[in-house]
């Protein structure tokens, strides 16, 4: 059986290097589809998402080497197909960006759709009508075709990270000049856009939110290194606070954390950079306050850390407001939540426009011996819930946390967390 015991309750203390950020490796990969040369890329984490994207890039043809942990050589001078295959693509939520780089090859290209359909694809479909590229489906597949594909003006109706790199990945190869308006600003982007240039492509930022792409049609090979996870960064201060613990995080950039920072004033936490790459996070005596914040987009608070600040909040003293302000749907696990006696209000809009509300009131008195992991997105959450309470716990599907982050589990037992695998 797929089962972890933890013991919660224990201050987790020492250091924890941060891994290479997954959102970021997971799309450069993507665009080293460009090139037939070497590209080599350093700090790539090892997580089971990026296994099954390689699985894919395998089979179009491409050749995949680690050349040691987290240091990765690919080549594709020998790519054959512009076909990804149902039983690859299907459940990878990145399957759309290898659109822009096998339009570039093939003129062509064949993705697996989602259980969903194209319920959820209108921010990629803009950006392909955008640029004039042909889009068919059927009850499988999308198939696009670049044949009378041309540079343009490409809109994201709503800022995100997946629009704007697909909107990048699509434009990089057409002649003439594209101008992508309302793109994000998370640094999983500025990497993308950075190793791009690296291969040879045209990008210059007008603005904070525009950027300048003039195509080009030949691309060179690379050496890049993956930014470090801002994600895990949020995540292990968070579970300091959450034990009350003590945790050096070591690989950082402190430039990148202003909204952390300013999130550890308002609740009082201790913290200090001993290094512009090094920062420690220890909780105060006594309960943290509840506090509000609202997630948007960088350099701000961004949806994917909502889950872990949700669950602080349930060990807080006091009442505490989230609100999302980018997507109402992804609040599935707070209804497992509730089923712990989290006691959680959620408010949601009617529409995907609308922002979300949660509503806490800790210190929480949880009520569980069991959580079953079933999906991938808020898992670490539930790990962190675990190590926080002062009781013992079976997690069933504990695979998924291998989705999210590297090794996390090996990382948390080595700052002293009671886990045993069963």
Known sequence: MNLLTTKGGKPLLGEVEISGAKNS????IIASLFTNEDVYISNVPKVKSLENELQIMESLGSKVEWLSSNYLKIN????HSSKISMGL???????????????????????????????????FIETWSSL???????????????????????????????????AILSSIFLNGETTIINTSEEIEVKDLVNFCIQLGASIEYENKRVLKIKGQRHFKGTDFSIVSDLAEVVYFSILALVTNGNIIIKNI??????????FFNKVEANFEFTTNSELRIWKKIGDLKGFEITAGSY????????????????????????TDLTYRDKFYYVYQLNKYNSKIKIFEGENDFEKCEIFTKGPAKFNFDKIILDS???????????????????????????????????????????????
Do not use: M, W
């Open 25 to 28: 490796a997971l799309k450069i």
């Open 76 to 79: 594709n001078s020998k790519l």
């Open 89 to 123: 693509g299907k459940n990878l939520n990145t399957s759309f960006l290898f659109a822009g780089p096998l339009l570039y090859r093939f003129g062509e290209a064949t993705i697996p759709l989602p259980d969903s359909g194209t319920e959820g694809l209108e921010r």
């Open 132 to 166: 004039n590229i042909e889009i068919n489906f059927d009850a499988n597949f999308l198939y696009l075709r670049s044949d009378n594909s041309r540079a343009g003006r490409v809109e994201i109706t709503r800022t995100s990270h997946t629009a704007t790199d697909n």
């Open 253 to 262: 950039d402190k430039s990148q954390l202003s909204f952390l920072i300013s």
């Open 299 to 322: 350099p701000g608070i961004i949806s994917d850390y909502i889950p872990y600040f949700i669950v602080l909040s349930l060990f807080c003293e006091g009442e505490s407001k989230i």
């Open 376 to 422: 991938v997105g808020a898992s670490p959450a539930f790990l962190l819930l675990c190590l926080g309470v002062a009781f013992q716990t079976e997690i069933i599907g504990y695979d998924k946390l291998d989705f999210v982050f590297e090794n996390l589990i090996e990382k948390v037992v080595k700052l002293g967390a009671d886990v045993k695998y069963d």
